[in-house]
């Protein structure tokens, strides 16, 4: 049974602030990693995507990835208001149909 | 570039009653899928279509039928509506190797009497 955990939260941070976001999963064949963040009554967007082992930064966002812990997270610098979202983790495994599994989100509030 | 489409964006059906959700996109994906999302449940595969001619089962089949018309559409069909069908549905599509993220519609909203 492929797992990916997030603490559900909310996780309430200051404007200005770094939130970090964080996703475990079960299997050691997960290859790919995929974070989205949805918007209340929105569909899920793709923030960033990654494959290998370290950081990939991207503007204010940073995704980290430790196969060998199994974690991967979400930084988000200099959070602001419109950044307050669900923010999904989503793994796939090598071979097969390459179906992501979905993480059940974590709620970021970020306040003024 | 309009990316997924899905219709309708809301609908009401009594118990019994039967209905197709449509979705169509303009990616030349390969892969398409049917997900649906509950309060604390998080994203629930039902069916997807891993490449032009075939469908599978996801993780919360019953209850539903799913065709794929052609390379563009997938449409996702409830027989007979029940209560515990309420839910919002996503379609996604992807370009269906590992790498390749989804890339959502805007979601139906489905509510069962």
């Known amino acids: 049974q492929k797992e990916v955990e997030q603490n559900s939260g909310p996780l309430s941070v200051p404007e200005g602030a770094i939130a970090s976001l964080n996703c475990t999963y079960s299997?050691?064949?997960?290859?790919?990693f995929f974070w989205y963040r949805q918007y209340s009554g929105k569909s899920p967007e793709l923030i960033m995507s990654?494959?290998?082992?370290g950081d990939k930064e991207d503007g204010r966002f940073t995704a980290q990835l430790n196969k060998a812990s199994q974690y991967v997270s979400l930084l988000i610098r200099d959070s602001q208001p419109s950044d307050s979202a669900t923010y999904l983790c989503?793994?796939?495994?090598?071979?097969?149909?390459?179906?992501?599994?979905f993480g059940r989100g974590t709620s970021l509030i970020v306040h003024p | 570039n309009a990316g997924v489409t899905q219709t309708p964006k809301f609908q009401v059906l009594k118990t019994g009653q039967s209905m197709t959700l449509q979705c169509a996109q303009d990616?030349?994906?390969?892969?398409m899928y049917w997900y649906r999302q509950d309060p604390g449940m998080g994203l629930r595969l039902i069916y997807y279509?891993?490449?032009?001619?075939?469908?599978d089962k996801g993780e919360v089949p019953n209850g539903y039928n799913v065709s794929r018309l052609n390379k563009r559409e997938f449409s996702l069909r409830l027989e007979s509506a029940a209560p515990s069908q309420t839910s919002v549905y996503f379609c996604?599509?992807?370009?269906?190797?590992?790498?390749?993220?989804?890339?959502f519609g805007n979601g139906t909203r489905l509510t069962v009497t």
């Open positions: 279509s891993a490449s032009e001619g075939t469908t």
């Open positions: 996604a599509s992807s370009e269906g190797h590992g790498d390749s993220p989804l890339h």
């Open positions: 990616m030349n994906h390969n892969s």
């Open positions: 990654i494959y290998s082992n």
């Open positions: 989503a793994v796939k495994v090598a071979g097969g149909s390459y179906i992501p599994t």
């Open positions: 299997d050691r064949g997960s290859q790919s």
